[in-house]
């Protein structure tokens, strides 16, 4: 669906908000195009929370928009409340801690020593009276600095609909991603670079750069940043020997949800599900295979309703994504991960990627 939209789309503008630091805004230079290739300027903006536009939204439609994103996936510069979540939560201690966060790990590791994996995927969201639903797949081949992968996906409403494709052909990674009734954008990343930068921040392994671009994996490793996994579970789902891992927020990462419970937070006050926003996951479950370790489904939950809602309500699933039709070591067909965009319009985000780029949690 995104092939058919390339041409013609405008460069919509985001905002990124941290209310711990400052945060790095992108936008176009008066200067226009160099080439084709359009450039970003980097301005960074300290917190003012009111003079966003984007957060003067009703702030059912504002979360609805973040949860949206959290379930498509998350992008070169569409990583949104996760990353400001992970950054939040500050350095972690490089035990591996139980054995539910052990489990996790070894998760995310299989996307890294297989030699293909191909998915296809459902999810569904429920923000507030309306339920999205959507489809998407997954293809990845290769490993380390010869790794591909292609990554679709879309939510559909009544109303309107979402869509996000990130591609990694081995020197490019590309994100198209079109929000509702917003401008489409398309952005350029050059993976060289990030593998360059990998390596003077001291990464251990900066061969594996998937999950530093987009894709499946850097969805799993974003939820990762944020949330910390206490429990572990054995179960059988379908016949299928499974690991149900739950998590929490990381100490720092429900900042995010907004000044006022920031605030509270600061101060050492207690919070509880039923003070976040709805649409704002309280914590989040992973479902993982036993035999492969590879995650099957991943539930973020919630007390859903209009607030305010009662105390002891509880925690119901508010966004769902699910991979079934899962092959590993298969035949993926080379031409998937061709990708060759109009260029007009075109942004090309590698030194601003490269600039604020982080290691991830070990």
């Known amino acids: 669906m995104a092939a058919r939209r390339r041409r013609g789309f405008g460069v919509g503008r985001r905002t990124r908000i941290a209310y711990t630091r400052p945060t790095p805004l992108f936008r176009r230079p008066d200067a226009g195009f160099f080439g084709k290739i359009l450039k970003l300027v980097v301005i960074v903006i300290f917190p003012a929370f009111a003079k966003f536009p984007e957060v003067r939204r009703p702030p059912r439609l504002w979360v609805g928009r973040w949860l949206v994103r959290v379930v498509l996936g998350c992008g070169v510069l569409g990583c949104g409340m996760f990353v400001c979540a992970a950054l939040a939560a500050g350095p972690a201690s490089a035990d591996p801690g139980p054995q539910a966060e052990r489990i996790v790990s070894a998760a995310l590791a299989t996307f890294t020593r297989v030699g293909s994996f191909s998915a296809r995927l459902r999810q569904k969201a429920r923000i507030g009276d309306r339920v999205l639903v959507g489809t998407g797949r997954y293809l990845q081949t290769g490993q380390g600095e010869e790794q591909k992968f292609r990554f679709e996906s879309t939510l559909e409403s009544e109303s309107e609909s979402f869509e996000l494709l990130e591609l990694s052909d081995g020197l490019f990674s590309w994100t198209y991603r079109r929000d509702g009734p917003q401008p489409a954008t398309l952005y350029r990343t050059d993976v060289r670079r990030v593998h360059d930068r990998l390596v003077e921040l001291g990464c251990p392994t ?157």
């Open 206 to 362: 900066p061969d594996d750069t998937a999950a530093y671009l987009g894709g499946l994996p850097r969805v799993l490793w974003l939820t990762r940043q944020s949330m910390r996994f206490t429990t572990a579970e054995s179960r059988d789902i379908d016949g299928t020997p499974m690991w149900v891992v739950e998590g929490t927020w990381a100490p720092g990462g429900l900042a995010v949800t907004g000044p006022p419970l920031h605030a509270r937070i600061e101060k050492g006050e207690q919070v509880a599900p039923a003070d976040l926003p709805d649409g704002v996951p309280w914590s989040v479950r992973l479902a993982i295979g036993r035999g492969d370790l590879v995650p099957r489904r991943i539930e973020w939950l919630a007390i859903p309703g209009t607030r305010p809602v009662p105390a002891d309500a509880p925690l119901e699933p508010i966004a769902v994504f699910e991979l079934f039709d899962i092959e590993i070591d298969g035949h993926v067909e080379p031409a998937s991960f061709f990708y060759q965009p109009a260029v007009t319009g075109l942004m090309d985000v590698t030194e601003q990627h490269v600039k604020t780029l982080w290691l991830f949690r070990p």
